[in-house]
């Protein structure tokens, strides 16, 4: 029987509380500061170190936040992939939110994991940012409101969330050393308040800090951020953990309040460090032990006291779970064109239809650390092949190639230094200058092999024998300083540190192409040297500096630049109707990168062909699968155009389901598209200086719609539009009280009534914004509220919304509160930023403040 087994059979013989909470003032006096430094740190990549001395069990987590992948970034057991918090923020559903939470809990159960690394909740402020599609919106209440349902749902099943990244954590340029200049409005108002709103209505166990520095300090080791704004003033009760490698100090991030150094085995909090850093006084052994109190508060939370076992990993693929993701996904979908109401389609009258571009692509979730190896990843082609049979001819053309890094210099005709098929590699580590040569195929040219750490070069060598003449597209890409020589002629060089190890890592990383032309029988020595002598720490996070590496692709020229365009609108012109599936594929939008620009992928080719298909056919429908607004040149060109962001495992179905009618597209855009970057107020500072490091939010208050509410022209669709295959009104609407003498929440009731033949859903939007002049600059309106409501043909229902004080509030600096100014403000019920259909006045008689 372990130690804290037989306490709790001294307290049950004492008839004493044998609640694992009243066990943590003893656990810590039991502890030895070897075990609480310990505690307060990641065995590895995915667990917590256990006590076993003193019956402390160790806890596992895993990502997140649309799954919950388990211990393997690939090669894993599958896992249900819902849709992307973008797609289930354009549901508008706050019990969708709920419901996929509690699901999320069981997928997590399976994985073995008691706390999920989720929801990823920063606002988009701009679309290029890489892991936007992560995020709910550019609207801080939209995201706020929905991580709490999610977070509800996914902790009433006995699973922690892990609310991410705390804060200001919008690009992923230089994301590990990027200083974000925020004033202290924006602060508040934009980029803490999801924070703010999930913490104090659904307290989630943990909260994951974001790798960046914010206002010239790391958030790992962020005093005000961590200590005074999230326990202070939120009172959060959690625990904190550091982004993967984002621990950057030892005594500053534990006195700032950062409780856990993920992962682990740590590079700071090791067991000396943090022992001499209480030997010289640098940290107290009072506020050590807040660390690892809030350690073992989660452990308890999560129920690992009563049960130590951390199953293994499973993959159940449960039909519920399908079907929820299918229902989901289409929820989410945003119909933001139907002329002629060309959608939906009548599968019973539709002959033949031409499936182009990304039809036989999985697209249901983005790259990175929230991709998931999917239980099932129907695509377009395969959902309408299940949906029609075959009673509709589907013509399927290809017409544009979007891959971003070349495929791997495979080992065919590649010969090692020994003449054995594959490439011969040589690695030297620190601890092991002369480390002898390894051999492998071609598996080598990818970066795991040597990335160890410690390795300080790797020569990889191999001799290619083309047995025909062709010419090569050659794409190189690298961590470290490098160069690739053929028959000892330079082909690429780099010669600085990597910019984007990130990115490298997750292969999303720009790579340099050049054209090379190889003849039959000849022998091309091909040497690829790289080496680091110290990466520059600023660059890199703790993890990834231990690591060199390089990536050398290829491909013919021939198919490479192959015009796939023709047998496209050949499929068009035979088909009754055609569609083209755009987006991107998770190398395009992914963590660790974001994206160059706001067009689709790749060099216009998408573009093109779209134009192609519809000048070949006018019933010509884009079905665009991305989780950020793109440019869309060819809009007045086409019929019709579905936004389905990243749906999840059963994106085809999903899709298939709006396009036929099945479903009737209720989502509404989270997030403005604009008409062209340019248009964006971020555009000037974005991604920052990035060569000193900073980025200013310049614009302020003033992200998404906040800007263009002001600029109408520049928006090609606005936030919270979404078209549907039925029509509503809007009636009656009126507000509980037209002056406020308090503190009090205004009540607006309207009717909405579904005009059209078909079921569907609206989702009615409260805005406020101040009538009055102010002295502070403030956006036009702002999303105070919202409902969604399902209506059957001809029905009616009345709308009840609530809108809290706060919503009238500004962040006042001077004060530190929340204040409300004196003067008329209208509330106005719209069904999307620009769309508004009354506004009514309330005017708040004297001023007050709300505490932060
Ligand atoms: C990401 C986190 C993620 C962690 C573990 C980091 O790179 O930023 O969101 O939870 O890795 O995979």
């Given at each position: 029987m372990s130690p804290s087994d037989r306490l709790h059979k001294v307290y049950r013989s004492l008839g004493t509380d044998t609640s694992p909470q009243s066990d943590i003032p003893y656990l810590l006096s039991q502890l030895t500061l070897d075990e609480k430094a310990s505690l307060i740190a990641g065995a590895d990549l995915w667990t917590t170190n256990p006590i076993p001395r003193l019956g402390i069990p160790k806890l596992k987590v895993s990502d997140g936040p649309n799954g919950a992948r388990g211990d393997q970034f690939e090669g894993g057991l599958t896992s249900a992939c819902f849709p992307a918090s973008v797609s289930l923020a354009a549901s508008f559903d706050r019990k969708l939110a709920e419901k996929i939470g509690q699901s999320l809990a069981e997928e997590a159960k399976t994985k073995g994991a008691r706390v999920l690394l989720g929801p990823t909740v920063c606002p988009h402020r701009d679309p290029r940012g890489g892991r936007n599609f992560e995020s709910f919106s550019e609207d801080p209440y939209l995201a706020g409101e929905l991580a709490s349902h999610y977070i509800m749902g996914l902790q009433r099943e006995g699973i922690g969330a892990t609310i991410k990244h705390y804060a200001v954590n919008e690009q992923e340029t230089r994301r590990f050393s990027i200083d974000a200049r925020v004033g202290q409005r924006a602060l508040r108002e934009i980029?803490?308040?999801?924070?703010?709103?999930?913490?104090?209505?659904?307290?989630?166990?943990?909260?994951?800090?974001?790798?960046?520095?914010?206002?010239?300090?790391?958030?790992?080791?962020?005093?005000?951020?961590?200590?005074?704004?999230?326990?202070?003033?939120?009172g959060f009760k959690g625990l904190v953990m550091s982004d993967w490698g984002g621990t950057n100090s030892i005594s500053q991030s534990i006195n700032a309040g950062l409780d856990l150094e993920m992962p682990g085995p740590p590079v700071h909090r090791t067991r000396q460090n943090v022992t001499s850093a209480i030997q010289s006084g640098e940290i107290l052994e009072t506020t050590l032990n807040k660390r690892v109190e809030a350690v073992l508060r989660l452990l308890q939370r999560a129920g690992s006291f009563d049960n130590h076992e951390i199953p293994s990993e499973q993959a159940i693929d449960r039909p519920e779970h399908q079907r929820l993701i299918r229902k989901a996904g289409a929820e989410g979908m945003v119909l933001l064109k139907n002329e002629k109401k060309i959608l939906p389609l009548d599968k019973s009258t539709v002959k033949s239809i031409a499936m182009i571009g990304l039809a036989k692509q999985y697209l249901g979730h983005g790259g990175g650390s929230a991709s998931v190896k999917s239980h099932r990843k129907i695509t377009p082609y395969q959902a309408f092949e299940d949906c029609l049979g075959s009673s509709v001819e589907l013509n399927y053309a290809q017409g544009a190639r979007i891959i971003k890094s070349l495929p791997v210099f495979g080992a065919d005709n590649v010969f090692d230094d020994d003449g054995v098929p594959g490439f011969t590699l040589r690695v030297t580590r620190r601890s092991d200058k002369d480390g002898g040569p390894s051999v492998s195929n071609s598996s080598t040219a990818q970066l795991k092999p040597f990335a160890c750490p410690g390795a300080v070069t790797a020569v990889m060598t191999g001799t290619y024998r083309p047995s025909v003449d062709c010419v090569e597209y050659l794409a190189f890409g690298c961590i470290g300083k490098a160069k690739l020589c053929i028959n000892e002629e330079m082909v690429f060089s780099q010669a600085d540190d990597s910019v984007d190890v990130m990115a490298f890592m997750l292969g999303t990383a720009a790579e340099e192409t050049k054209l090379y032309e190889f003849s039959a029988g000849q022998e091309y020595r091909i040497r690829i040297e790289c080496h680091v002598d110290e990466l520059a720490k600023k660059d890199v996070s703790p993890i990834s500096s231990k690591m060199i590496g390089f990536r050398f692709g290829k491909m013919l020229q021939s198919d490479h630049d192959a015009d796939l365009i023709p047998a496209a609108v050949d499929a068009a012109k035979r088909s009754e109707v055609a569609i083209v599936f755009v987006g991107h594929t998770p190398a395009w939008e992914t963590e660790g990168a974001d994206r160059q620009n706001m067009d689709l992928p790749k060099d216009g080719s998408l573009d093109r062909l779209i134009a192609a298909t519809a000048q070949a056919n006018p019933k010509t429908i884009v079905v665009n699968s991305t989780g950020s607004p793109i440019t869309m040149p060819w809009l007045s060109q086409v019929a019709a155009v579905l936004q389905a962001w990243f749906p999840g495992q059963e994106a085809g179905h999903s899709i298939a389901d709006v396009i036929f009618g099945v479903t009737n597209p209720g989502g509404k855009l989270p997030v403005t598209f604009p008409r062209a970057i340019t248009d964006c107020p971020t555009y000037a500072n974005f991604p920052g200086d990035i060569n000193n490091d900073r980025v200013e939010y310049a614009e302020g208050t003033f992200v998404g719609y906040r800007h263009y509410d002001s600029l109408p022209d520049s928006v090609l669709f606005p936030f919270g539009f979404g078209l549907s295959y039925t029509s509503f009104e809007i009636s009656g609407v009126e507000l509980s009280a037209t002056s406020l003498t308090g503190v009090q929440p205004v009540g607006v009731t309207l009717d909405v009534k579904n005009t059209g033949t078909v079921p569907g859903s609206q989702v009615v939007q409260i805005y406020v914004g101040a009538a009055f002049v102010s002295e502070i600059d403030r956006p036009k309106k702002t999303l105070a509220g919202f409902e969604k409501v399902h209506l059957s043909p001809g029905e009616t229902q009345k709308v009840q919304i609530e809108i809290s004080p706060q919503s009238l509030a500004y962040w006042n600096q001077d004060r530190g509160t929340w204040s409300v100014d004196a003067g008329t403000y209208m509330i106005s019920v719209a069904t999307s930023s620009l769309d508004v259909s009354v506004a009514l006045p309330v005017t708040v008689v004297t001023p007050f403040q709300l505490e932060p």
């Open positions: 980029y803490l308040k999801p924070f703010e709103m999930a913490i104090k209505k659904a307290d989630p166990w943990a909260v994951m800090t974001s790798y960046n520095i914010v206002n010239g300090v790391h958030a790992d080791a962020n005093q005000f951020l961590l200590s005074k704004v999230l326990r202070e003033q939120w």
